[in-house]
């Protein structure tokens, strides 16, 4: 598929979005109580004066990938796996590599699953400890020859992108990781206000050198006001982020400080489509949770962002207009605050944008990843469900978000959901059916509610998990043309079974 075929495929799915938007209207609300609270993750971190205790512990970019080289046959590269603190492993456990090396000549169709008719993981696991030194196999990997898309050019920027959010100092060091994955280098302009900016001015001014030494184009400031919310700093940002901007910006984006862009290149593609010069243009996507759409109605839900042309945003982001917009709403959600000043004052309605996900879904998110999908972001990840999506996305970094949960068929039993999981199902492919989505999360609200199909698809039932084998990706290394994935699959104490683990070693 050429790249202008899927651009004309994403405008036309923009558009349809588009109007169904517009047919749902009756559902903006004006009922701001707040949805049940849900089970956050507890912050490791504590927020106090001790900023060397927090900052101690970040990484240096330029030293957190080891060099492979050398590592055939050995266990190198799980136990730096091991030593990251990620991932952990039983005493003894079984081990096997599978080696790819990229085909010439292929033409890759991103919705299609490549087939390979050699099964992946045979039954020759070697039985290991993790302190076993030398090569534990004279055996060669060989290697299947399957398609590996392009990697982004590397010296990519996006200044035509900026971003901005509200959080507090501690979140903020917890981010580090993540939001050095998808802005480093960029060249996008990123303006945070930090809600405990006073208390932390030292820890925050050396916070910031990490950002910037990771190469992220950050700025830290204060509140505008002391009495301001959290929710009326999400919206005040956009105020800074308009002094700091040039003309070379297109679009603002506010975050929350947990949103995840496996890379900013198909963000970057999907918002160039629409016409947005000197329009007034409001992006973003709906919850995928009916009952949230029910109380707060058509907005874009903040974790998947809030896109705003630089037409309409330098209009609602001057002083005067958003102090307006302020007293106009209530202080509580800065996602209503965003959507009201919009429509107040200006032509703008939500243009809903596909593969944009707020994530309005708890706990097993298997299906969702093993489904071919093409996330432009992802939300919630450390919270209402659990990834390791630095780990996952770092296949971006390899082969483009093209081949990022790209799905590749061995044999007659197992997918590949590339940077998330390896599946082998008892009763064999053909008895699943691969272009529906597999139902396995839980529902925000607590109820069952089964209007999932406008932001997530046609749907299929759970597989049982007697039926299912999944081996889940825990670590990732990059280094020049070369990728290593690890894949485990936990072991019981109560039935006395060991960890499996499964090395992919992609090369081109």
Known sequence: MTTSSVFRRRAALVVAASAVSLILGHLWLTNYDSLPDLPRLKSL??????????????????????????????????????????????????????????ADGFDIDRHDIANTVEPLITEHFLQVKLDQTGPVTTEPCAALSIPIAKPYPENATYHNLAFGMATTFSRLVEAFDSISHWASGSGSLLVVIV??????????????????????????????SSRHSTSQSHFMVLNTMIVMSGNETEWFGLLD????????????????????????LYVGALSEDWPSLEKFGLMAFGGAGAYISAHLARKIGAMQTARQ???????????????????RHSNARLTVLPNLFQHDLTRDMRGFFESGIEPLNLHHWNSWYKEPVVAMARAAKFCGCV????????????????????????????SIDLAKMERTWG?????EDLKWAYTM?????????????????????????????LYVRKGSGDTGSSDEVVELVWMR
């Open 45 to 102: 971190l504590h927020p106090v004066e001790d900023n060397t205790a927090l900052l101690q512990n970040l990484p240096d970019l330029e030293s957190s990938l080891s060099v492979t080289e050398g590592d055939d046959n050995t266990l190198d590269f799980v136990r730096r796996a091991s030593e990251s603190g990620h991932v952990t492993f039983s005493a003894e456990f079984k081990y096997t590599k599978r080696c790819f090396q990229e």
């Open 195 to 224: 809600e405990d900016y006073t208390e932390h001015q030292r820890g925050i001014s050396e916070l910031l050198a990490h950002y910037h030494k990771a190469q992220v184009n950050a700025t830290f400031i204060p509140p505008v």
């Open 257 to 280: 400080d947990d949103t995840f862009f496996p890379h900013l290149a198909p963000l970057s593609a999907a918002l160039g489509i629409l016409d947005h010069d000197d329009k007034d």
């Open 325 to 343: 917009c302020l007293r106009e709403s209530p202080p509580d959600f800065g996602d209503v605050l965003i959507r009201d000043c919009i429509y």
């Open 403 to 430: 081949c990022f949960l790209q799905r590749f068929a061995f044999g007659s039993d197992t997918i590949l959901s590339n940077g998330y999981s390896i599946s082998i199902y008892a009763n064999g492919l053909g």
């Open 443 to 447: 529902n925000a609200a607590g109820e």
């Open 457 to 485: 698809g046609p749907m299929r039932d759970r597989v049982p998990d007697d039926e299912r084998k999944t081996y889940y990706l825990q670590y990732t290394e990059v280094v020049g043309q070369l990728m290593r994935q």
